[in-house]
């Protein structure tokens, strides 16, 4: 039966409620705090003071072993991405379902559990290109889950094309499906190089000094210190500009395609010979990915049996990891919502920073933003610092994006009309939206709420700075007695770590590939 096309809806009819408005204005001001926090303490240094700390070898060998580390995990993972797509993807490679999921098993290990399993098997793995290989296989995941999407979904009309004209297997890839792919090689990459900047535990376990465990350093050592807010300075600008390569290719990616979509998958090719390859390949990932990782953990946590493990201590850990992560997930929630709304149905130059500011929040390391925290609840607002409320805004504002973007996608399908129709009968703007659009939003809101608070449960470097005094979390407590080389005490908390990350990267990569058609 036909419908009637329906009036698209306006987002400029009415001036947004007061409820919509105030929360929205605090998180562009918090949002803001840590640019200007950067800024201030650059400023109070000096021109000539800032430039005569970053002359200097020790920040030149700082940049160095950043860029080397972001460049050879960045390409490391974008060759183990792409060919590992193509594999599960275009080829005949037995297993191919089951190989979806396991090789995904590293997303589940945090990297800085990875990290101290492979130290703890041999102080060889300390330094640049142990971190290389370390992050490599932690991280290359995120190349290879939106390729292997990209690829599901291509269309293969243009490869048979090109067939047709005369070119070979290898002439179809490089000159057809790899350009093709190429938007989602680099999103995947460049994000993989954001979190290369920003990266703390890894490099501070595996003995990498980068402009991350150098800062903390400095924090250890001096707040007041010009050298932390220089070399903040210094990160903030490679952030951005990664930031804007990122959105850069995000910006320009185009895919076009003509008709109404593909009825038919392309046709694997047959491996042959290179089949026994293939598997060859996808255990060594595996083993290394995931199975030495999971084998010294398993290795430490029964030769901590000897000592009695400090159960409570344990509990204590876990119980605020839960209670910050789920405090965490629904402030950013109670955030996400009126910004989604802004954006959506009223748009404006407030709308715009309220959404962006977030998004440039997430490209900094928590460092920066516990640092801006720490400075003005001292300054300002003292009764905050050191205390749980303070550390629940600094996971706000380090992980808003998460849920910003389904509940945007959410309040996108939701038809303001019903809410309309429950103010003509006397319900307020706030009543309405709570009786008539939460409902329909619940599930994207459910789904945002279990990303910000997996995220959180892993979070670090903010932890470190900000939680009150004698508050652990699992992150925390790896860290600490890893630093210590005490790997049989580190242990169970890493174990609990990956068992709660475990499980939804379980659920995504089976329902991507076990259960697909």
Same mark, same amino acid.
């Given at each position: ?55 200097? #070898? ?80 932690s991280k290359y ?8 999407a990209t690829l ?17 297997r290898w002439g ?30 890894? #490099? ?12 903390? *350093? ?41 008709? *109404?979509?593909?009825?038919?998958? +392309? ?45 409570? *201590? ?21 955030? !996400? ?25 997430? +490209? ?36 808003? #994006?998460? +849920? ?43 789904? !945002? ?36 080389? *005490? ?31």
């Amino acid at each position: 039966m036909a419908t009637a096309p329906t009036k698209p809806f306006s987002p400029r009819r009415k001036r947004p409620s007061l409820w919509v408005v105030v929360p929205v204005l605090l998180l562009v001001i918090l949002s803001a705090l840590p640019l200007l926090y950067v800024g201030l303490r650059t400023w109070q240094a000096g021109a000539e003071q800032a430039l005569h700390l970053l002359w200097r #070898p020790y920040v030149m060998r700082l940049l160095g072993n950043t860029l080397m580390l972001l460049v050879g995990v960045t390409l490391s993972c974008m060759v183990i991405g792409v060919s590992l797509a193509w594999l599960l993807e275009r080829s005949n490679l037995a297993g191919r379902r089951l190989w979806g999921v396991v090789l995904c098993l590293p997303f589940a290990v945090p990297a800085f559990v990875s990290s101290f399993t492979w130290v703890s098997l041999s102080s060889g793995f300390e330094g640049l290109g142990g971190a290389i290989m370390v992050m490599a296989l932690s991280k290359y995941p995120l190349v290879f889950l939106p390729v292997a999407a990209t690829l599901r979904h291509l269309d293969t009309s243009l490869e048979e094309s090109a067939r047709t004209l005369g070119e070979d297997r290898w002439g179809v890839f490089f000159k057809v499906t790899l350009p093709l792919l190429w938007p989602s090689v680099l999103g995947g990459a460049l994000l993989i190089a954001l979190h290369m900047l920003v990266e703390f535990g890894a #490099p501070s376990i595996l003995g990498l000094q980068t402009f991350t465990t150098a800062i903390y *350093q400095q924090f250890e050592l001096q707040f007041s210190n010009a050298n932390a807010a220089v070399l903040s300075a210094a990160l903030l600008a490679m952030c951005l500009l990664f930031l804007w390569l990122e959105l850069r290719v995000r910006g320009t990616a185009r895919h076009i395609r003509i008709g *109404q979509g593909v009825a038919r998958r +392309a046709a694997p090719t047959a491996l042959g010979r290179w089949g026994l390859m293939g598997q060859a390949y996808c255990v060594a990932l595996t083993v290394l990915g995931s199975g030495v990782p999971l084998a010294m953990l398993g290795y430490w946590l029964v030769e901590g049996r000897s000592a009695a493990f400090p159960l409570a *201590q344990i509990g204590e850990a876990l119980l605020a990891s839960l209670s910050l992560s789920l405090g965490g997930a629904a402030l950013c929630l109670v955030l !996400a919502l009126p910004v989604g709304l802004l954006v959506v149905r009223y748009k404006g130059r407030l709308a715009v920073w309220a959404e962006r500011l977030p998004y440039l929040l997430h +490209a900094l390391p928590g460092l920066v933003i516990a640092l801006t925290l720490v400075f003005f609840s001292l300054h300002y607002v003292p009764a905050l610092y050191q205390t749980t409320a303070l550390l629940l805004l600094a996971y706000a504002l380090l992980f808003l #994006p998460m +849920a910003q973007a389904p509940v945007r996608t959410a309040l996108n399908k939701a038809a303001p009309q019903l809410e309309e129709a429950a103010r003509t009968l006397g319900a307020s703007s706030f009543t309405a939206f709570c009786r008539v659009t939460l409902p329909i939003i619940f599930p994207a809101m459910a789904a !945002a709420f279990a990303l910000v608070f997996l995220d959180a449960m892993k979070e670090l470097t903010a932890t470190l700075v900000l939680a009150p005094t004698g508050l652990t979390t699992l992150a925390t407590e790896v860290w600490a007695n890893t630093a210590n080389m *005490q790997f049989a005490a580190a242990a169970p908390y890493a174990a609990l770590l990956i068992l709660i990350s475990g499980l939804p990267v379980y659920l995504l990569t089976t329902r991507m590939y076990l259960n697909k058609g």
